[in-house]
C-alpha cells in the first residue's frame, strides 16, 4: 500500500532546457544535493552538466506527467504497485530487461489487483513445468511433516484411534513398519518444501526464446482481461522491453 504520492513527476531538463524525463522528488534531490542541477521553479531541475544524451526525451511515456490513479478505473486510494509481467519471471530478466524500465510497474486499486492476480495466477501456473510427480512428492512431504509436528506438540488432545492412524500414515511415508516418537519429532522438526521454488520460476524464464515476446504478451494479457481507461500517456503494449531497444527507440 502507497501511503504518500507515487509520482512527483518532476521535470528533469538538459542544460538547455530540453526536457529528459520525469524524476521522483526523492530522484531529483539526490541531483540537487549532489550539485549536479539546479532547481527550476517547483517541479523542474536543470542539470549543470552536459549530460550523454538526452534521457528519455522522444519517448512520451518517461516524460508524461502520470497520475496517482488506479489505471484500470481511476481509483485514487487503495493503491499498490503491480507489475504488468509478474515478478516471478521478471526478476531473472537479463539486467538489460530490469535496469530504469518502470514503464511495466502501473499503479491499481486493491479491488482491481486482487481480480487481475487471481487470472495471472491460474497463468503462472499453466507455465510451470514441474513434473506432476514431483509436485506430488512435494505435497506428501509437506503433508506428512505437518502430520509430525501434529503429533509431536498436541498428542494430548488427539484422539487414541487418531494416533494410530497417524503413525501408521508416517511410518508408510518413511517406508518402516512402525516409526518411533524420535523418528516423529526429527520429521517435524525437517524444514517444510515449498510447493513452488523459485527455481521453477527461473527455469521458465530460462527456456524462453523471446523475452521481449514474453513481456509483451503479459503486458497485452493485461489490458485484455482489465481493459484499463487510465493508462499513462504513452504507456504501451509495443514499449521497448530492454534497454538496449529503448534506446534503439530514443535513437541512441
Ligand atoms: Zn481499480
Redesign the pocket.
Known amino acids: 500500500m502507497l501511503t504518500s504520492t507515487h509520482y512527483s513527476n518532476i521535470r528533469m531538463l538538459s542544460p538547455d532546457g530540453i526536457l529528459m524525463c520525469r524524476l521522483s522528488a526523492r530522484r531529483a534531490r539526490w541531483y540537487l544535493d549532489h550539485g549536479l542541477a539546479s532547481p527550476e521553479g517547483e517541479d523542474a531541475i536543470r542539470l549543470t552538466f552536459e549530460p550523454n544524451g538526452l534521457g528519455a526525451n522522444g519517448h512520451t511515456f518517461y516524460t508524461s506527467a502520470h497520475e496517482d490513479q ?6 485514487p486510494d ?1 493503491l499498490s504497485r503491480h507489475h504488468c509481467v509478474p515478478y516471478c519471471f521478471r526478476r531473472h530478466f537479463p539486467d538489460d530487461y530490469k535496469v530504469h524500465n518502470w514503464h511495466d510497474i502501473v499503479l ?6 486482487n481480480g487481475y492476480e487471481v487470472v495471472a495466477q491460474s497463468v503462472k501456473n499453466s507455465l510451470l513445468k514441474v513434473p506432476a510427480d514431483e509436485l506430488a512428492g512435494r505435497k506428501n512431504t509437506l503433508r506428512a511433516i505437518k502430520v509430525a509436528h501434529t503429533l509431536a506438540t498436541h498428542i494430548d488432545r488427539i484422539p487414541t484411534d487418531k494416533i494410530v492412524e497417524m503413525r501408521q500414515y508416517l511410518a508408510e511415508f518413511l517406508g518402516l513398519d512402525t516409526v518411533t516418537d524420535d523418528q516423529i519429532v526429527d520429521l517435524a522438526l525437517t524444514d517444510r518444501p515449498c510447493l513452488l521454488s523459485d527455481d521453477d520460476w527461473k527455469r521458465i524464464v530460462d527456456d524462453l526464446d523471446d523475452i521481449d515476446g514474453f513481456v509483451r504478451w503479459w503486458r497485452q494479457h493485461f489490458v485484455d482481461i482489465m481493459e484499463p481507461r487510465y493508462l499513462p500517456t504513452g504507456w504501451s503494449v509495443d514499449s521497448p522491453a530492454s534497454r538496449k531497444e529503448f534506446d534503439q527507440c530514443v535513437g541512441r
Open positions: 488506479c489505471v484500470v478505473c481511476g481509483r487503495a491499481l486499486c486493491d479491488e482491481c489487483h
